[in-house]
């Protein structure tokens, strides 16, 4: 009986056989037309539904809509109701989009100012000063309370503005317009008076209305919000009431329309520095030295550039020595009797005509086809546990099992 030759290694393959470079089919690294649009047909689509969501939002963009507390509005959150039930009643209600129009001299009229903490100071000061009637201020800030409302500011709590949802609530005012309308919806912006300042509608302790004169004559009404002006809250409770002695008190009404989407004055223009924490502007300081200190320290001379010729040439044995050491040194004796019984099967599989599958010969078509190769050369039963059996318990088995593997092979090349 001839033993063969042990290998060298737990994991052997044959190579495959090199192909003529005669042999070789001509190729080409042109893409064809048809490979060019498999790779960029969805890059099209994408550009395609840009460009139909970029038509789109350009044509809804005509459309005509109005913000809140818009007197022209019909939507619910606009005003056109309490427009229309002032001229119904006789008022001339115009409306305003430059600030400079509130500037110029008035006479028996009412200006009401949305959001006036949209406007610079100096308009602010310019609407104070143009002699108007009575001004209606809607949720003012503090600066436009110092300029045009005195004895009126806003209520605070552990320092933050005090503001609360519109709900109904009873006047508790001697003020003629809230005592002729009742209990209305106010809330919003909550505030203080001072000195011959009136509050009414008090929410939490603070009125969420007030009213003030200033030197000059022109009264003041500050509202928290105007949620009872718009169309859905008008009908409720004394808010219809509420907004006619409000806003026609006088013959002629000026409604403010803002621009919410003007920027600010460039004094008032916040640049991103301006928007950063004084603290965070420390913390990024001492970081920039801290990263610093580290490129110093961590800045050393590394010596020449070494110059390589690459790609290294390995022989191949080499690397199956190496690969196997690897094996060895972890024990993975399992992982490397598949490596032999895979390979194996691989090589064994051409050679009976067993076409693979995935990559695999298929276990049963490949036991058959030995079978009938080897005849009643081989034990029955021993087959499936020399291709597919459980992985060897130490060196010395896997060794047999590389040379059992081995002999099959020789066994059916060489019937």
Same mark, same amino acid.
């Given at each position: ?76 959150? !606009? ?32 200006? #009401? ?45 552990? !320092? ?160 199956? &020595? ?37 990559? &695999? ?14 005849? $009643?050369?081989?034990?029955? !039963?021993?087959?499936?546990?020399? #291709? ?15 040379? $059992?593997? $081995? ?9």
């Amino acid at each position: 009986m001839t033993t063969s030759p042990r290998p060298a290694s737990p994991l052997t393959a044959n190579p495959a056989p090199a192909t003529p470079a005669s042999a070789a089919p001509a190729t080409t690294l042109t893409p064809s037309v048809h490979q060019l649009w498999r790779r960029g047909r969805w890059f099209l689509a994408a550009l395609a539904v840009l460009l139909l969501v970029g038509l789109l939002l350009g044509g809804l963009g005509d459309s005509t809509a109005y913000p809140s507390l818009d007197p022209r509005s019909a939507d619910s959150d !606009g005003a056109k109701a309490t427009a229309q039930l002032l001229r119904a009643q006789g008022i001339t209600v115009d409306t305003a989009t430059d600030p400079g129009q509130l500037a110029a001299p008035a006479g028996d009229d009412t200006v #009401l100012l949305p959001l006036p903490d949209l406007l610079t100071d100096d308009q602010l000061r310019a609407i104070a000063s143009a002699g108007h009637r009575r001004l209606v201020l809607l949720s003012p800030d503090s600066t436009a309370l110092d300029l045009l409302a005195p004895g009126v500011r806003i209520a605070e709590t552990a !320092g933050l503005p005090l503001s609360v949802a519109s709900a109904n609530v009873a006047q508790q005012c001697s003020l003629p317009e809230a005592a002729q309308a009742g209990s209305a919806e106010l809330g919003g912006r909550l505030y203080q008076t001072e000195g011959a300042a009136t509050g009414c509608y008090p929410r939490e302790g603070y009125p969420a209305l007030a009213r003030t004169t200033t030197a000059d004559g022109t009264e003041v009404i500050v509202l928290g919000s105007g949620l009872f002006l718009t169309n859905q809250h008008l009908a409720r409770q004394g808010n219809a009431a509420l907004a006619l002695g409000l806003l026609g008190a006088r013959p002629h009404l000026t409604w403010y329309l803002p621009d919410y989407q003007a920027l600010p004055p460039a004094e008032q223009q916040k640049g991103f520095v301006d928007l950063i924490p004084a603290g965070w502007r420390w913390a990024a300081v001492q970081l920039a030295v801290a990263a610093v200190l580290a490129a110093l320290w961590r800045a050393r001379r590394l010596g020449p550039v070494v110059s390589e010729e690459l790609p290294v040439v390995v022989r191949a044995a080499e690397t199956t &020595e190496g690969r196997a050491r690897l094996y060895h040194r972890a024990k993975a004796r399992g992982r490397a009797a598949e490596a032999l019984r895979r390979a194996a099967r691989h090589r064994l599989g051409p050679a009976l005509g067993v076409p693979l599958t995935a990559g &695999e010969p298929a276990a049963t078509a490949l036991l058959t086809a030995l079978g009938d190769r080897l005849g $009643d050369r081989r034990p029955p !039963g021993e087959l499936p546990g020399l #291709l597919y059996g459980p992985p060897p318990t130490d060196d010395a088995a896997l060794l047999r099992l590389a040379d $059992d593997l $081995d002999a099959l092979e020789r066994q059916v090349r060489h019937p």
